[in-house]
C-alpha cells in the first residue's frame, strides 16, 4: 500500500508531519488459533449499490490440523444466515457465536470433526460501508460503486475469512451485478452469463494462486480502461468513464517498470494480467491488490499536457511501488504484520529504480536523497519505534503504516545494497524470492539469503537497524597516517534528550569517498579505528547512502563546506546540507553556521538541493525566528536568492526540465520566505491565467503561484478556487485548487475553508488536509487549531481509519509549553482512533520546537544583524 502524502512546497513541512510512533504497552493478542487453515475461498457476491448492502455464499475449503468441534475465523459487520460444514460425507449445522471486539465468528458443531479435510458452506448478508475500508460505497455525483480495501484487517467485512497474512489460500470469485455494471477482481474473467435474475449478469474470473486475504479485490460499476501490453502480459488502465482517457500515462508507466521487473528479479510477473482501478473514493495512495492494483484518482490520473513534472513523478513512483509489491509482498508475503516493513520497505526502495531509468532526466536519486534526510530527521527524535515491532491488534497494525515501515525500511536496504553491490543484492533478492514464492516470510529469512550470496555479515547489519531504534551518529576525528577513530552513540534532534541507559551499537557500513570508487568499510563497535583510502577530501558518507549522521572535525567539516560545490555530487550536497541541519537542531552547532551554508548553496543548478536549503529555511522562520527576526530573514532571503530567480528568468522558453523546476523552487522560496511583492504579484497573475485555462501556464509553476496567491489571496479568488474545485474533471486541477483553499491567511476565508471541509460536500479521503496544510503554517495555525476545537464534532466525523492520526500528528507544529499542555489535555479527552502514538509524536515535536528556539533564536537576531549591517 502507497501512503498518501501531501506534497507541500518545503521538505520540513513534509518532515515535521510524517508519523513515527513510539512503542505503547502491549494489547491483548488476536491472532487465530493455527488449528484450522485455509485452503480454498469459492465467493459469490452479490452487491446492491443504492441499498449498499450484500448478499454472500461462501464455500471454505480448509484442513483442519488436529479434531475439534469449533472453528474459529475472522468477521466483522457480517449477519450469518446459515452456517454448515462437511466432513467425510457427513454435514453438520453449525451455530455461530460472536466476538464483536476481536471481529471473530466461531462455528459450533454438535459432533467433533475429523482432522483432514472439511468445507464450510456460508450464507450471510453484509454492507458496503462508507468508511473507505472493507467492501465499500465510492460515491460520484453521477453514480454508485462497489470497491474494496482490505489491508490491513478488513476483508472480514466482506466475507468470514481466515483474515491473517499466513493463512494464504486460492480464491474462485463470482459477482452478480447490474446488466449495465461490469467488474474487476484478481485475476482474468472466464465466463459472463445473464441471471440468476432478470436485470443482472453473474460474472466470474479464474482461479488466483495462493494468496492473503488482505490482497483479494473486487469492484463493480461501469468502469471503462484504456490498454497496453508488456512481455506478454495485458495491462489497462481501468477508471470512470469520464476520466479513463487520463489513465494512458499510468499505462506507459506501467509497461516499462513490468519489463524491468521481469529482469530485475528474474522472475515473471505472476499473474495472467494487470489491472490498475482509479476509485473516486480511496484513503491510501494506492492498494497493491495482486493483478488488480487500485489507485486514489490524484495518484493515477493526469492529463499530460498540463500535468506539472511533481505529478508525473508520483504517477510513475506509486505505479512501480504497487507493482514491485506484486512479487514482494504478494507472492511472497510477510507472515505477520510485525514484517510489514519486508514489504512496504522493499518496494519503497525498489519503486525508484525503473524510474530512474525510464526517465533519468527526471533525477530521481536526488527525490531518494531528500526523501533520506526526512526519515533520518523522523527517526531521530525521542518519540520514535524499531522498525519491526509489536502488532497484534487492528489498532496496532494500522499504525504500523509510517514513515519508519517506509521510508527507514527502504533507506535501510538501499544503504547494504551499496555496500554489497546491485548485483550481488539482486542476486540475494532472487534467492529470497525464488525460496518462498507464494508462501510467507521473515526478515530472518530475507538477510540470511542476502548473507549466503554475498559472504559479508548483512545479518548483523540488518538485526542491528531492525531491532534498534533511531539513528547513529558517528564522529571522526582528523585522518592520521590512513585512519580515522570513530565513535558511534544514538543520534537525537533535542538537544535536550538522554542517551539510553543501555548503549545503542549498530553494524554499520561505512563509505569513504575515494580518488576511484567509494570504499566501504564496516563499524561494529562502539569505537573503532577505520583505515580511508586516498582522496581528495575527507567525506564519509559517499553516494549518500548512510543511515546515519556524521560529526567530524573542526577543519574537515570546513573542508568539506568549502568544497561542497565542486567535490560533492547533488545527492551528496543534499545529505551533507540535512546533515549540517540536524547537527543545529540536536546542539552540535549554530543556526548561523547553517545559514553561512545555505548561503554557499543559493545558486546551486540542482532543484533539490536547493528545495532542501529552503524547507531548513522555511523552518527556520516557522520554529526559530521571532516576529521581528521573520521579517530581517525574509531580507536576507530576497537579497540571497532574488539574483538566481532573475538569471533562471532570463533564459529562453524552451528551456530544460531541470531549469523549470529550479525555476519554480526559487520562485517559491521568494514568495513564501522572502514575502517579495514582485513575485506575489506574480503569482497572482499566474493563478488568474490558471483559473481561465489550466494549459496557458508552465506546469511547473502552478502549485507554487496558486499556494502564493491564495495566501495573500482575497475573497473573489477564494470564490474562483471553489468553483474550479467543483467544476473541473480532472483529479490534478481540482485537488490543486481545492486544498488551495486551506492556504487563505485571511481568517474569516480559512474559517470559510474548514467549514467546507467538514460540509460533507468533501469527500472524507480530502477533507482532513484542510487541516493539515492549516496546521503546518505559522500564520493559519492558530486559526485551524480554534476550529477543530470548537467544532471537534463536525472534523471527528470526518476522520477515517488512517487520517484520524495525520490529523493528530500536524498539531505538533506548536513551540510553547502553553500550547503544548493544551494539545495533550485536548486529545486525551477527545481521543482519536488509532492515534495515541501519534498524539505522543506531537507533544515531543513541540517540546523540541521550545528547545531548539531558546537555544538558537539568539543566534538568529545576531547573525540576521550583521548580515543587514553588511549588506548596507
Given at each position: 500500500m502507497?501512503?498518501?502524502?501531501?506534497?507541500?512546497?518545503?521538505s520540513?513541512?513534509?518532515?515535521?508531519?510524517?508519523?513515527?510512533?513510539?512503542?505503547?504497552?502491549?494489547?491483548?493478542?488476536?491472532?487465530?488459533?493455527?488449528?484450522?487453515?485455509?485452503?480454498?475461498?469459492?465467493?459469490?457476491?452479490?452487491?446492491?449499490?443504492?441499498?449498499?448492502?450484500?448478499?454472500?455464499d461462501?464455500?471454505l475449503?480448509?484442513?483442519?490440523?488436529?479434531?475439534?468441534?469449533?472453528?474459529?475465523?475472522?468477521?466483522?459487520?457480517?449477519?450469518?444466515?446459515?452456517?454448515?460444514?462437511?466432513?467425510?460425507?457427513?454435514?453438520?449445522?453449525?451455530?455461530?457465536?460472536?466476538?464483536?471486539?476481536?471481529?471473530?465468528?466461531?462455528?459450533?458443531?454438535?459432533?467433533?470433526?475429523?482432522?483432514?479435510?472439511?468445507s464450510i458452506?456460508?450464507?450471510?448478508?453484509?454492507?458496503?460501508?462508507?468508511?473507505l475500508?472493507?467492501?465499500?460505497?465510492?460515491?460520484?455525483?453521477?453514480?454508485?460503486?462497489?470497491?474494496?480495501?482490505?489491508?490491513?484487517?478488513?476483508?472480514?467485512?466482506a466475507f468470514?475469512?481466515?483474515?491473517?497474512?499466513?493463512?494464504?489460500?486460492?480464491?474462485?470469485?463470482?459477482?452478480?451485478?447490474?446488466?449495465?455494471?461490469t467488474?474487476?477482481?484478481?485475476?482474468?474473467?472466464?465466463?459472463?452469463?445473464?441471471?440468476?435474475?432478470?436485470?443482472?449478469?453473474?460474472?466470474?474470473?479464474?482461479?488466483?494462486?495462493?494468496?492473503?486475504?488482505?490482497?483479494?479485490?473486487?469492484?463493480?460499476?461501469?468502469?471503462q480502461?484504456?490498454?497496453g501490453?508488456?512481455?506478454?502480459?495485458?495491462?489497462?488502465?481501468?477508471?470512470t468513464?469520464?476520466?479513463?482517457?487520463?489513465?494512458?500515462?499510468?499505462?506507459?508507466?506501467?509497461?516499462?517498470v513490468?519489463?524491468?521487473?521481469?529482469?530485475?528479479f528474474?522472475?515473471?510477473?505472476?499473474m495472467?494480467?494487470?489491472?490498475?482501478?482509479?476509485?473516486?473514493?480511496?484513503?491510501?495512495?494506492?492498494?497493491?491488490?495482486?493483478?488488480?492494483?487500485?489507485?486514489?484518482?490524484?495518484?493515477?490520473?493526469?492529463?499530460?499536457?498540463?500535468?506539472?513534472?511533481?505529478?508525473?513523478?508520483?504517477v510513475?513512483?506509486?505505479?512501480?511501488?504497487?507493482?514491485?509489491?506484486q512479487?514482494?509482498?504478494?507472492?511472497?508475503?510477510?507472515?505477520?504484520?510485525?514484517?510489514?516493513?519486508?514489504?512496504?520497505?522493499?518496494?519503497?526502495?525498489?519503486?525508484?529504480?525503473?524510474?530512474?531509468?525510464?526517465?533519468?532526466e527526471?533525477?530521481?536519486?536526488?527525490?531518494?536523497?531528500?526523501?533520506?534526510?526526512?526519515?533520518?530527521?523522523?527517526?531521530a527524535?525521542?518519540?520514535?519505534?524499531?522498525?519491526?515491532?509489536?502488532?497484534?491488534?487492528?489498532?496496532?497494525?494500522?499504525?504500523?503504516?509510517?514513515?519508519?515501515?517506509?521510508?527507514?525500511?527502504?533507506?535501510?536496504?538501499?544503504?547494504?545494497?551499496?555496500?554489497?553491490?546491485?548485483?550481488?543484492?539482486?542476486r540475494?533478492?532472487?534467492?529470497?524470492?525464488?525460496?518462498?514464492?507464494y508462501?510467507?516470510?521473515?526478515?530472518?529469512?530475507?538477510?540470511?539469503?542476502q548473507?549466503?550470496?554475498?559472504?559479508?555479515?548483512?545479518n548483523?547489519?540488518?538485526?542491528?537497524?531492525?531491532?534498534l531504534?533511531?539513528?547513529?551518529?558517528?564522529?571522526?576525528?582528523?585522518?592520521?597516517?590512513?585512519?580515522?577513530?570513530?565513535k558511534?552513540?544514538r543520534?537525537?534532534?533535542?538537544?535536550?534528550?538522554?542517551?539510553?541507559?543501555?548503549?545503542?551499537?549498530?553494524?554499520?557500513?561505512?563509505?569513504?569517498?575515494?580518488?576511484?570508487k567509494?570504499?566501504?568499510?564496516?563499524?561494529?563497535?562502539?569505537?573503532?579505528t577505520?583505515?580511508?583510502?586516498?582522496?581528495?577530501?575527507?567525506?564519509?558518507?559517499?553516494?549518500d547512502?548512510?543511515?546515519?549522521?556524521?560529526?567530524?572535525?573542526?577543519?574537515?567539516?570546513?573542508?568539506?563546506?568549502?568544497?561542497?560545490?565542486?567535490?560533492?555530487?547533488?545527492?551528496?550536497?543534499?545529505?551533507?546540507a540535512?546533515?549540517?541541519?540536524?547537527?543545529?537542531?540536536?546542539g552540535?552547532?549554530?543556526?548561523?553556521?547553517?545559514?553561512?551554508?545555505?548561503?554557499?548553496?543559493?545558486?546551486?543548478?540542482?532543484?533539490?538541493?536547493?528545495?532542501?536549503?529552503?524547507?531548513?529555511?522555511?523552518?527556520?522562520?516557522?520554529?526559530?525566528?521571532?516576529?521581528?527576526?521573520?521579517?530581517?530573514?525574509?531580507?536576507?532571503?530576497?537579497?540571497?536568492?532574488?539574483?538566481?530567480?532573475?538569471?533562471?528568468?532570463?533564459l529562453?522558453?524552451?528551456?530544460?526540465?531541470?531549469?523549470?523546476?529550479?525555476?519554480?523552487?526559487?520562485?517559491?522560496?521568494?514568495?513564501?520566505?522572502?514575502?517579495?511583492?514582485?513575485?506575489?504579484?506574480?503569482a497572482?497573475?499566474?493563478?488568474?491565467?490558471?483559473?481561465?485555462?489550466?494549459?496557458?501556464?508552465?506546469?511547473?509553476?502552478?502549485?507554487?503561484?496558486?499556494?502564493?496567491a491564495?495566501?495573500?489571496?482575497?475573497?473573489?479568488?477564494?470564490?474562483?478556487?471553489?468553483?474550479?474545485?467543483q467544476?473541473?474533471?480532472?483529479?490534478?486541477?481540482?485537488?490543486?485548487?481545492?486544498?488551495?483553499?486551506?492556504?487563505?491567511?485571511?481568517?474569516?476565508?480559512?474559517?470559510?475553508?474548514?467549514?467546507?471541509?467538514?460540509?460533507g460536500?468533501?469527500?472524507?479521503?480530502?477533507?482532513?488536509?484542510?487541516?493539515?496544510?492549516?496546521?503546518?503554517?505559522?500564520?493559519?495555525?492558530?486559526?485551524?487549531?480554534q476550529?477543530?476545537?470548537?467544532?471537534?464534532?463536525?472534523?471527528h466525523?470526518?476522520?477515517?481509519?488512517?487520517?484520524?492520526?495525520?490529523?493528530?500528528?500536524?498539531?505538533?507544529?506548536?513551540?510553547?509549553?502553553?500550547?503544548?499542555?493544551?494539545?495533550?489535555?485536548f486529545?486525551?479527552?477527545?481521543?482519536?482512533?488509532?492515534?495515541?502514538?501519534a498524539?505522543?509524536?506531537?507533544?515531543?515535536?513541540?517540546?523540541?520546537?521550545?528547545?531548539?528556539?531558546?537555544?538558537?533564536?539568539?543566534n538568529?537576531?545576531?547573525?540576521?544583524?550583521?548580515?543587514?549591517?553588511?549588506?548596507?
Amino acid at each position: 500500500m502507497h501512503r498518501r502524502v501531501i506534497k507541500l512546497d518545503f521538505s520540513f513541512l513534509c518532515v515535521a508531519m510524517l508519523a513515527i510512533f513510539a512503542c505503547v504497552p502491549s494489547a491483548r493478542a488476536q491472532h487465530l488459533p493455527k488449528n484450522v487453515v485455509p485452503v480454498h475461498y469459492s465467493l459469490t457476491l452479490a452487491p446492491d449499490l443504492k441499498a449498499a448492502t450484500v448478499t454472500g455464499d461462501e464455500t471454505l475449503d480448509v484442513s483442519l490440523q488436529q479434531p475439534t468441534d469449533a472453528i474459529t475465523l475472522n468477521a466483522a459487520e457480517i449477519t450469518f444466515l446459515q452456517a454448515t460444514i462437511t466432513a467425510q460425507g457427513s454435514t453438520q449445522a453449525a451455530s455461530v457465536t460472536l466476538d464483536a471486539a476481536k471481529e471473530q465468528a466461531t462455528f459450533h458443531l454438535a459432533h467433533a470433526l475429523p482432522a483432514g479435510s472439511a468445507s464450510i458452506h456460508i450464507l450471510y448478508t453484509g454492507i458496503l460501508n462508507s468508511e473507505l475500508r472493507g467492501f465499500y460505497l465510492s460515491k460520484t455525483a453521477r453514480r454508485n460503486y462497489a470497491v474494496t480495501q482490505f489491508e490491513p484487517t478488513d476483508a472480514r467485512r466482506a466475507f468470514p475469512s481466515f483474515d491473517e497474512p499466513e493463512f494464504k489460500a486460492t480464491y474462485s470469485t463470482h459477482l452478480i451485478v447490474d446488466t449495465g455494471d461490469t467488474a474487476i477482481s484478481n485475476t482474468n474473467i472466464v465466463h459472463d452469463v445473464p441471471g440468476p435474475v432478470a436485470g443482472k449478469h453473474t460474472i466470474t474470473f479464474a482461479t488466483t494462486p495462493k494468496m492473503s486475504t488482505y490482497l483479494v479485490a473486487f469492484l463493480v460499476g461501469d468502469f471503462q480502461c484504456v490498454s497496453g501490453e508488456s512481455d506478454g502480459v495485458p495491462i489497462r488502465a481501468c477508471a470512470t468513464p469520464d476520466k479513463v482517457q487520463m489513465g494512458r500515462f499510468a499505462v506507459q508507466a506501467a509497461e516499462f517498470v513490468l519489463h524491468y521487473y521481469d529482469h530485475y528479479f528474474g522472475i515473471k510477473y505472476p499473474m495472467p494480467k494487470l489491472d490498475m482501478i482509479a476509485i473516486p473514493d480511496f484513503e491510501a495512495g494506492a492498494m497493491e491488490n495482486f493483478g488488480a492494483i487500485t489507485y486514489r484518482e490524484t495518484d493515477f490520473l493526469i492529463d499530460e499536457k498540463t500535468a506539472p513534472l511533481a505529478a508525473k513523478k508520483r504517477v510513475a513512483i506509486v505505479v512501480a511501488h504497487e507493482m514491485a509489491h506484486q512479487w514482494f509482498g504478494d507472492m511472497v508475503t510477510m507472515q505477520w504484520w510485525d514484517n510489514l516493513w519486508l514489504n512496504e520497505g522493499f518496494a519503497t526502495w525498489m519503486e525508484s529504480k525503473p524510474v530512474a531509468a525510464w526517465h533519468p532526466e527526471w533525477k530521481q536519486p536526488q527525490d531518494d536523497a531528500l526523501d533520506l534526510d526526512s526519515i533520518l530527521n523522523l527517526d531521530a527524535g525521542r518519540v520514535t519505534r524499531t522498525i519491526r515491532a509489536q502488532a497484534d491488534t487492528p489498532a496496532q497494525i494500522n499504525e504500523m503504516f509510517d514513515g519508519i515501515t517506509y521510508q527507514k525500511g527502504g533507506a535501510v536496504l538501499a544503504m547494504v545494497e551499496n555496500y554489497l553491490g546491485e548485483e550481488t543484492f539482486r542476486r540475494g533478492v532472487h534467492k529470497y524470492l525464488l525460496a518462498h514464492m507464494y508462501g510467507n516470510a521473515t526478515a530472518e529469512d530475507f538477510w540470511n539469503a542476502q548473507t549466503a550470496v554475498s559472504h559479508k555479515p548483512v545479518n548483523k547489519i540488518m538485526q542491528s537497524f531492525v531491532a534498534l531504534p533511531g539513528v547513529p551518529l558517528l564522529r571522526f576525528t582528523a585522518p592520521v597516517q590512513g585512519t580515522t577513530q570513530v565513535k558511534q552513540q544514538r543520534f537525537f534532534l533535542s538537544s535536550g534528550a538522554q542517551q539510553p541507559a543501555q548503549a545503542q551499537l549498530w553494524t554499520i557500513p561505512v563509505c569513504f569517498q575515494s580518488s576511484r570508487k567509494p570504499k566501504c568499510k564496516l563499524l561494529d563497535a562502539a569505537q573503532q579505528t577505520l583505515r580511508i583510502p586516498a582522496a581528495n577530501l575527507f567525506f564519509a558518507d559517499a553516494g549518500d547512502k548512510g543511515y546515519y549522521r556524521t560529526l567530524y572535525a573542526p577543519a574537515d567539516n570546513q573542508a568539506i563546506t568549502d568544497n561542497i560545490e565542486t567535490a560533492l555530487t547533488p545527492v551528496e550536497r543534499i545529505g551533507f546540507a540535512g546533515n549540517a541541519w540536524a547537527l543545529m537542531r540536536s546542539g552540535h552547532s549554530s543556526v548561523a553556521d547553517y545559514m553561512n551554508l545555505a548561503a554557499r548553496l543559493k545558486d546551486d543548478s540542482n532543484a533539490a538541493v536547493v528545495l532542501n536549503v529552503a524547507g531548513a529555511l522555511q523552518a527556520v522562520g516557522d520554529r526559530i525566528a521571532s516576529s521581528d527576526d521573520r521579517a530581517r530573514l525574509a531580507a536576507w532571503v530576497r537579497a540571497q536568492f532574488g539574483p538566481a530567480y532573475a538569471r533562471q528568468q532570463a533564459l529562453p522558453p524552451a528551456d530544460s526540465q531541470e531549469q523549470r523546476q529550479l525555476r519554480a523552487t526559487l520562485f517559491t522560496v521568494l514568495g513564501i520566505l522572502g514575502h517579495d511583492p514582485q513575485i506575489i504579484a506574480e503569482a497572482q497573475s499566474l493563478t488568474q491565467r490558471y483559473i481561465h485555462d489550466p494549459a496557458s501556464i508552465d506546469p511547473s509553476m502552478v502549485r507554487p503561484a496558486i499556494a502564493l496567491a491564495a495566501a495573500n489571496g482575497d475573497a473573489k479568488l477564494f470564490a474562483q478556487l471553489l468553483a474550479l474545485s467543483q467544476s473541473s474533471g480532472n483529479p490534478e486541477v481540482q485537488t490543486t485548487a481545492l486544498f488551495a483553499l486551506a492556504r487563505f491567511h485571511n481568517p474569516a476565508l480559512l474559517r470559510r475553508a474548514l467549514d467546507y471541509a467538514t460540509s460533507g460536500k468533501v469527500r472524507n479521503q480530502d477533507a482532513v488536509f484542510f487541516f493539515v496544510i492549516a496546521l503546518q503554517d505559522r500564520d493559519t495555525r492558530p486559526v485551524a487549531w480554534q476550529y477543530i476545537q470548537d467544532h471537534w464534532d463536525k472534523v471527528h466525523a470526518e476522520l477515517t481509519t488512517m487520517m484520524g492520526a495525520r490529523l493528530v500528528t500536524s498539531t505538533g507544529g506548536f513551540c510553547t509549553e502553553q500550547k503544548r499542555a493544551e494539545v495533550q489535555g485536548f486529545f486525551a479527552s477527545h481521543p482519536v482512533m488509532a492515534a495515541e502514538r501519534a498524539g505522543h509524536i506531537a507533544s515531543d515535536s513541540i517540546e523540541e520546537c521550545v528547545q531548539l528556539r531558546a537555544a538558537q533564536q539568539p543566534n538568529l537576531h545576531a547573525w540576521l544583524v550583521q548580515q543587514a549591517a553588511a549588506a548596507q
